[in-house]
Nanobody, 125 residues
């Protein structure tokens, strides 16, 4: 059974930084696609960033390009999301997601089978 556990969320002032972690367990994640999504109150879940576990290919939403960096640590089975220059509009619950297969796009929530419970990120102005 795949388990994803996010951590690292919190309250930060605009312009600050946070690093989210997603600890993955239950499988060998070689070949998996790993993604970060976020959902603000009253809004749909939206794509933030993704990485392919083996090749390390990354992709980002336009809204976070240049500010966020996704990475993975194979030895620790952990995926990170380093967030810099945070803005109030980045406030959301951030979710880690995983799927064994590349289903044509890393940006669609429906293409991921496994999800974490989420971690709250609040950016104050």
């Amino acid at each position: 059974q795949v388990q994803l556990v996010e951590s690292g969320g919190g309250l930060v002032q605009a312009g600050g930084s946070l690093r989210l972690s997603c600890a993955a367990s239950g499988r060998t994640f070689s070949g998996y696609c790993m993604g970060w999504f976020r959902q603000a109150p009253g809004k749909e879940r939206e794509f933030v960033a993704a990485v392919t576990w083996s090749a390390g290919i990354t992709t980002y939403a336009d809204s976070v390009k240049g500010r966020f960096t996704i990475s993975r640590d194979n030895a620790k089975n952990t995926v990170y999301l380093q967030m810099r220059s945070l803005k109030p509009e980045d406030t959301a619950v951030y979710y880690c997601a995983a799927d064994q297969y590349y289903r044509g796009s890393l940006a669609y929530p429906k293409n991921y089978e496994y999800w974490g419970q989420g971690t709250q990120v609040t950016v104050s102005s």
